[in-house]
């Protein structure tokens, strides 16, 4: 067996399940269940039916590089999105089943194992993908903690001369999960000024890109901050994005890749092999997708009334604060994330995730310790009705 797999952890939702066994929740209220960022807007009508539409094409092969017209549909998207002056669809851009699937297949296309000790650095807190990814591609994973003291930006200068020039990879979200920090222009000049000092390659995590709560100051984008930089080719750089928060589709696994053709050259060898390769019905639907905007308008109308309810009641509430992008509030608690998570649980039928079970103890600190990420995903009255319950448990504990 690959005894690499014995270096990955638990997944956070299976310690979540240790964590409440035994716990019975107080009956007189209703189950509300905020700790999976899974989207539970309907999926569009037009997704819908274009999948319909399309189920002929089950009958053939797809193409691991996807049909041109899907490609041609995301540098549409992206040109529109980002002011994009260039992206070509033939070489900067890659369909995939999900940016979950991408991210990790991209770790095994980027690490050198004949280096010495090779690190990819990942955000901390993070996505647990960033670091199975690492492992699995034979990499030490070196973190960069996200904290309130630095409005949960990441700090660079965390990690010493000696872990950059080992680096080949680093993970970057934003808007970030947790957190839902967005990187500013500053971020990204000094990321791609390492990146340009040590030669490793970024990989932008996207995904919950789409949900914001302005509609005049949409989050930045990597492939933005490149341009605005004058990175023309976008060097050493890779982004992530996805379908599934934005239109709804967790079940369809419909993302793309776009970026440094050189790279992405290589990454399309190693899926190939791994015989990834979207089905032509949901092919179909991505493209239809991807040339609406109207449908993920109105999604964001709804996350933004989701918002605005929980924070009318959490007003004042200590440890909550809005972020700037994304579906999730990172509360702190102020004591023990874990036992927080249970006594909610047990007192008011409201489940939320640990903190800690998101991050990684490193150089003695792990960010997530004594905070909560509550994802506001349920209806309307149902987050209202969470708040409620949380901000009555903060003030009784």
């Not at 670091?131 to 904290?147: I, K």
């Amino acid at each position: 067996m690959n005894p690499d797999l014995d270096r990955l952890q638990s997944y956070p939702f299976q310690k979540l399940n240790v964590l409440l066994e035994g716990a019975t929740p107080n009956p007189q209220y209703k189950p509300v269940s905020l700790y999976i960022g899974e989207p539970k807007h309907p999926t569009p009508p037009l997704i819908r039916q274009a999948i319909v539409d399309s189920l002929d094409g089950l009958s053939v092969y797809p193409t691991t590089l996807g049909g041109e017209g899907l490609r041609i549909a995301i540098a549409d998207w992206l040109k529109r999105r980002y002011g994009l002056k260039q992206i070509n669809a033939q070489t900067e851009i890659i369909p995939v089943n999900g940016s979950r699937e991408a991210l990790y297949a991209f770790a095994q296309t980027i690490v050198d194992r004949a280096q010495p000790h090779p690190s990819v650095v990942v955000p901390n807190p993070f996505y647990q993908i960033y670091e199975g990814a690492a492992l699995l591609a034979g990499a030490e994973t070196q973190f960069l903690h996200s904290l309130p003291s630095n409005n949960f930006a990441l700090d660079y200068s965390q990690l010493a001369d000696d872990v950059w020039r080992r680096t080949q990879l680093i993970y970057v979200c934003s808007p970030g999960n947790p957190t839902g920090r967005v990187m500013n222009m500053d971020e990204w000049k000094a990321l791609f000024d390492l990146s340009d000092r040590y030669g490793f390659v970024i990989a932008s995590d996207e995904c919950y890109s789409e949900i914001y709560f302005d509609e005049k100051n949409p989050p930045i984008g990597a492939l933005q901050a490149a341009q605005h930089f004058g990175r023309d080719g976008y060097p050493r750089l890779v982004v992530f994005s996805s379908l599934s928060k934005r239109s709804n589709s967790p079940g369809m696994r419909s993302g793309f890749v776009a970026g440094d053709a050189q790279i992405l050259k290589k990454y399309l060898l190693y899926r190939t092999y791994q015989g990834c390769a979207m089905s032509p019905p949901f092919h179909a639907a991505s493209i239809a997708a991807w040339q609406d905007e109207l449908h993920v308008i109105e999604n964001r109308r709804l996350y933004r009334e989701k918002f605005d309810a929980a924070m009318t009641v959490l007003a004042g509430t200590p440890g909550v604060q809005m972020p700037d992008a994304g579906f999730y509030l990172w509360i702190d608690t102020g004591g023990d994330d874990t036992a927080f998570t249970r006594a909610l649980y047990e007192q008011f039928n409201v489940t939320v995730l640990p903190g800690s079970y998101l991050a990684r103890e490193a150089r003695d600190v792990n960010p997530g310790r004594n905070f909560v990420r509550v994802a506001l995903v349920a209806s309307t009255a149902e987050c209202t009705e969470a708040a409620q319950r949380i901000a009555q448990f903060i003030a009784r504990n």
